[in-house]
């Protein structure tokens, strides 16, 4: 601290407590301060919690209540009707006795009236997507949606 601060302070204190001794004043606590340094900083921040708080949180906290209802209308209400392995059951058996019975016969797949390798491969994605459409039912819910 510079002596023109340090005269400027005791200029401040009433002539009758001038006495540094009776009144014990440590002018170098100002050294301890960490945020009262720099008002500019501290009013900068202060300026970024406003906003925070009196703008962009109503800006946004409907936006997520309207996202965070579509998702668990689709993923935990169960609002779209996607079509499952268990729609697909009797055609997965049936495709087994075509398959079976093309075999038996040596009737090539490729001469049924049926695509095989593609409805096996839809079978197949449709596996993969309802096992990650569950992973995210699981990741909502331990989420808190």
């Known amino acids: 601290m510079n002596p023109k601060t340090i005269k400027s302070v005791f200029s401040k204190i009433a002539k009758d407590k001038t006495n540094l001794k009776t009144h014990k004043v440590d002018l170098f606590l100002l050294d301890g301060l960490q945020y009262f340094k720099d008002i500019q900083y501290l009013e900068d921040e202060i300026s970024r919690i406003s906003y925070s708080t009196e703008e962009w949180y109503d800006e946004n906290i409907e936006k997520f209540l309207i996202l965070r209802g579509q998702l668990r209308d689709v993923y935990i ?66 989420f808190g949606v």
């Open 77 to 142: 209400n169960n609002s779209e009707a996607f079509i499952s392995l268990d729609d697909l059951q009797n055609d997965i058996e049936i495709l087994e006795n075509i398959k079976a019975n093309a075999e038996n016969l040596g009737i090539s797949l490729d001469d049924l009236p049926i695509d095989v390798p593609r409805i096996e491969q839809l079978i197949e994605d449709l596996e993969y997507f309802e096992k990650r459409f569950d992973d995210q039912v699981l990741e909502l819910k331990t």
